[in-house]
């Protein structure tokens, strides 16, 4: 204990009083002392606790022995802002940028099949990038069956024409946000990945070869399946979801020139990394989640595997 000597004693010789001073501030007297450590703390070194006042030291101490908060699917508090989110937006209106620059036929944002020509149409960096299973021998020997896989992840960036980006990314911010808050910023970004990489893979296995096709619908698709089964895991009332997702079947299946496969695949890739994510058990969550996501990643590059066996066998 921190004292300073009081006045002298008396001359009987009794004992010295002394007083308290803060640990430190050896300058301050204080008779408060610290619920935890014990220790007498000056106003400035005084820390609300539930009871009475803590030190400077002992609150430090205990924000560390604290765990953080999390969700039940194991989200943080870090996914409340939405960074993940934003950059995903930030890196599709990158592109289709990047998409415009390269279009020296003037179609890049409007021109192209579907929705009346407000699809937009392609551009070198949509050929470039979009899922393409090959050309006709005829043509420059490109496309996933040639070896440019890089083309299963690319295509989930880029859109072809404004309409297509705006619509995309409008429901990336509102399902985006939600589920990052939900899942966290590393389980929302392999759920945002690995289900447009499946509708991508699925247009691969179930469009024509010589048929290109790009977008974040793939993805999207998936985090509307999610957000389905996280409802569902959570016991909430799903039939606000119902309705957008049946809707945006339908013009899946009627409006030209839109991956029917892509958007189907995104759907069931998304559902399946949504039951990964929401139905892990809590004890080894992180292991289950990680260990479900390969699983479905594995199957995935076996498909494309024997798909690109078929085509160049």
């Not at 969700?71 to 890196?91: H, K």
């Not at 399902?175 to 899942?183: K, N, V």
């Not at 970004?189 to 893979?201: P, R, S």
């Not at 809590?282 to 798909?307: D, K, N, P």
């Amino acid at each position: 204990m921190t004292e300073r000597p009081g006045p002298a004693g008396d001359a009987t010789g009794g004992p010295v009083p002394t007083t308290p001073v803060c640990y430190r501030h050896p300058d301050r007297e204080t008779y408060v002392r610290c619920t935890r450590c014990d220790r007498p703390i000056c106003p400035e070194c005084m820390r609300e606790a539930s009871v009475g006042h803590q030190c400077p030291e002992c609150v430090n101490e205990g924000r560390r022995s604290v765990r953080p908060a999390r969700t039940a699917f194991g989200g943080g508090a870090a996914g409340r802002r939405g960074l993940v989110t934003r950059t995903l937006i930030a890196l599709n209106v990158l592109a289709m940028v990047l998409s415009i620059l390269s279009d020296r036929g003037g179609d890049a944002m409007v021109g192209g099949s579907g929705l009346g020509g407000l699809l937009g149409g392609g551009t070198p960096l949509t050929q470039w990038g979009a899922v393409l299973a090959q050309w006709p021998p005829q043509f420059p020997v490109e496309g996933v069956a040639t070896g440019e896989w890089y083309r299963l992840v690319t295509a989930m960036f880029l859109h072809y024409g404004l309409v297509h980006l705006l619509l995309n990314m409008w429901a990336l911010w509102v399902l985006g946000r939600d589920l990052e808050a939900l899942l966290g910023p590393l389980r929302f970004l392999g759920l945002y990945l690995v289900a447009g990489l499946g509708g991508n893979v699925a247009a691969y296995l179930f469009s024509d070869p010589n048929a290109a096709s790009a977008g974040a619908s793939t993805a999207i698709f998936g985090l509307f399946a999610a957000v389905f089964v996280i409802m569902r895991r959570l016991g909430r009332d799903t039939s606000a979801i119902v309705p957008i997702l049946v809707i945006n079947l339908i013009f899946t299946f009627t409006v030209p020139s839109i991956s029917i496969p892509g958007h189907i695949g995104g759907l069931v890739t998304g559902a399946a990394m949504g039951w990964v994510l929401a139905y892990a058990p809590r004890m080894r969550r992180s292991v289950f989640q990680a260990a479900g996501t390969a699983v479905i990643l594995v199957a995935l590059l076996g498909l494309v595997i024997v798909r690109t066996a078929m085509l160049t066998g």
